[in-house]
């Protein structure tokens, strides 16, 4: 017998009347609200179950076995809305997603494709576009712009382009200089830095001016900043 608690049992076909079952990941009771009017009024389509965190999402994704998710990015507690369509896709659920979100920047988009969405769509969306690409994903379509595709491949050669320079420039830097730089981004003097390293202030000088020129900087911000951007050092 299929035990309907099983996480690994196959949904049960679809024909025409039978609807796309739909798992609702959002916090706010507002938009979960506009949700469940898009799908009455999308005849394809049902809610199943609603969650409010990432945690819950993933659970209900493997409990449920959804054919579609629409999923926020912004969620409450450690697991968001990326980690949510990483985790699904990793365990190779046949779930569409609908990423339904209040950002609006490239990076959110790029992302989202990146992790498996099927569908990009923002939460100013009105209720009969929101119903009407509930119906399209889950008939197994893409739910993207042009705009939106554009977008994702601009942030694509923007990461190339970072990547390639943060290749170039840590190329250049020595281990020292790294080490320093670390130190400089927790905000510490010269003097305290060579205190740490055992070696005089005026070595320490010369290795952060060398820094300076190799990050094309002029200054401590400046090189932190710029460290940062690079993906040479992270800030808390």
């Known amino acids: 017998m299929n035990d309907p ?8 076909p679809r024909g025409a009347s039978v609807p796309a079952r739909v798992l609702v990941v959002e916090d706010n009771e507002v938009i979960r609200g506009v949700i469940r009017l898009a799908c009455e009024q999308a005849p394809g389509v049902e809610v199943v179950a609603e969650v409010s965190d ?3 999402a993933i659970d209900a994704s493997r409990r449920e076995r959804p054919d579609v998710i629409v999923l926020d990015l912004a ?25 339904l979100t209040g950002r609006t920047d490239d990076r959110a988009i790029f992302d989202s494709i990146r992790a498996g969405a099927d569908g990009f769509l923002e939460k100013t969306e009105g209720v009969r576009l929101i119903a009407d690409a509930l119906e399209r994903v889950a008939r197994g379509e893409r739910v993207f712009t042009p705009g939106q595709e554009r977008a994702a491949v601009d ?13 170039q420039v840590r190329a250049r830097l020595t281990e020292r ?5 670390e130190y ?3 905000g510490l003097t010269v003097k305290q830095v060579a205190k740490r390293l055992g070696v005089s202030p ?7 001016s060398r820094l300076y020129r190799k990050l094309g900087v002029r200054n401590r911000v400046q090189a932190v900043s710029r460290a940062a951007a690079l993906g040479l ?3 808390d």
């Open 5 to 12: 608690t099983d996480p690994l049992r196959e949904p049960p």
């Open 202 to 208: 005026r070595t320490i000088d010369s290795h952060v």
């Open 155 to 167: 942030e694509l050669g923007r990461l190339a382009r970072r990547q390639r320079e943060h290749a």
């Open 75 to 99: 969620l409450p507690g450690e697991v968001q809305g990326l980690d949510v369509a990483r985790t699904i896709r990793g365990d190779g659920l046949p779930t569409r997603i609908l990423v």
């Open 184 to 186: 400089l981004s927790l």
């Open 177 to 181: 200089e790294l080490e320093i730089l």
């Open 233 to 235: 050092i992270e800030l």
């Open 54 to 56: 990432g945690g819950s």
